[in-house]
């Protein structure tokens, strides 16, 4: 019998975590998705999208992952001769305990901002033998001569939580502490961070660092294709030398790139708009983005799957991942007796 193809499908975000799980409790498409994973296979996964991507790939990397080089080699931007990690700025809302942070992405952050702030900050560290570049307004980078020994934690995880207890640790934590303060003043008197607290806009008051692994990487179980609109992505492809194509516009030209490859192939399908939504109170915003994706990618996919020779593994990054199969779905008795419980599938903080 041939090998079925698999398709290991990585939507982080797609089970929460979210404020509370009470609003989503009653919507008639978030009882759907219920019923459609009490279907699927349950396994344990990895915590984040980075141990799913290692998990997926059999990917070994030295330290941490390489999140900031991968980047920057999508871009045609990596320096092999240095050490990069990323530099993103954010909002930190500070009191007597707590310093809760804000993302570039709900900034609202200008051009021309982004860039004065920048330079100001390569100008001050270049004595250190730092270079501070952006690569668009909300993601900057900063780039050493000397090795970063640092564990750190990804921005998404970081938005919106108390970042006193997540700051980076490590070797090297004491010198780049020392430099991001130096950084937060530098920032808090620029002129254009007092023109936006003037306007009543939140200011560019902090960075974030995060990413800074070296592009050492193997990879154990490769691909034929990664499908993913994420940069770090497109340099993890372009690294391991398989092919890369962004999101198509329909699940029908995504079945066609497919049935061009290889029976028995292995491919990877990322999505990355349900992941930032997560840290919003508002959980109307993610149950809205959340039906969007079901009714456009995921049931499309879960039907295509089920008439092809293709296993279809999801993977939420927090944990846990759902394996489909023809014959999976066909289980209708797994349901039985179940009451779906929204907490045995959608994490809460």
């Given at each position: 019998m041939q090998k079925p193809s698999e398709l290991h499908l990585i939507v982080p975000g797609i089970c929460g975590p979210l404020a509370e799980t009470q609003a989503p409790h009653a919507n008639p498409a978030v009882k759907r998705w219920l019923?459609?994973?009490?279907?699927?296979?349950?396994?344990?996964?990895?915590?984040?999208?980075?141990?799913?991507?290692?998990?997926?790939?059999?990917?070994?990397?030295?330290?941490s992952f390489p999140s900031a080089a991968l980047t920057l080699l999508a871009n045609d931007l990596y320096d092999d001769g240095m050490f990069c990690m990323h530099a993103d700025p954010v909002h930190l809302q500070a009191d007597m305990d707590h310093a809760v942070l804000t993302s570039s992405a709900d900034l609202d952050i200008a051009v021309q901002e982004s860039s004065a702030i920048c330079a100001a900050l390569d100008q001050h560290f270049h004595q250190d033998g730092l270079t501070f570049f952006t690569l668009n307004k909300d993601q900057w980078f900063v780039s050493s001569k000397e090795k970063i020994r640092m564990e750190t934690t990804s921005l998404v995880d970081a938005t919106g939580r108390n970042v006193n207890f997540i700051l980076p640790a490590g070797e090297d934590s004491p010198r780049w502490r020392q430099r991001l303060t130096e950084a937060q003043m530098l920032m808090h008197s620029h002129e254009l961070n007092m023109t936006r607290e003037r306007a009543g806009l939140p200011s560019i008051n902090s960075l974030w660092f995060h990413g800074p692994g070296e592009l050492e990487v193997s990879v154990s179980d490769p691909v034929a294709s990664i499908c993913s609109n994420d940069d770090m992505l497109k340099g993890l492809a372009k690294h391991i030398q398989c092919d890369h194509i962004k999101v198509?516009?329909?699940?029908?030209?995504?079945a066609e790139y497919l049935s061009s490859g290889e029976p028995g192939s292995r491919h990877i399908l990322q999505f990355s708009q349900l992941e930032h939504l997560t840290n919003y109170t508002d959980v109307s915003l993610w149950m809205n983005a959340l039906e969007q994706l079901l009714q456009q990618w995921v049931y499309p996919l879960l039907k295509l799957m089920s008439k092809n020779n293709i296993t279809l593994t999801l993977y939420p990054c927090n944990g846990k991942c759902y394996r489909f199969s023809k014959y999976d779905v066909l289980c209708f008795w797994r349901q039985a007796g179940r009451k779906d419980k929204i907490e045995d599938y959608v994490s809460s903080y």
């Open positions: 019923k459609t994973l009490s279907k699927s296979r349950c396994q344990p996964s990895g915590e984040d999208e980075h141990d799913v991507i290692a998990e997926v790939l059999g990917l070994e990397y030295k330290d198509p516009e329909s699940v029908a030209a995504y």
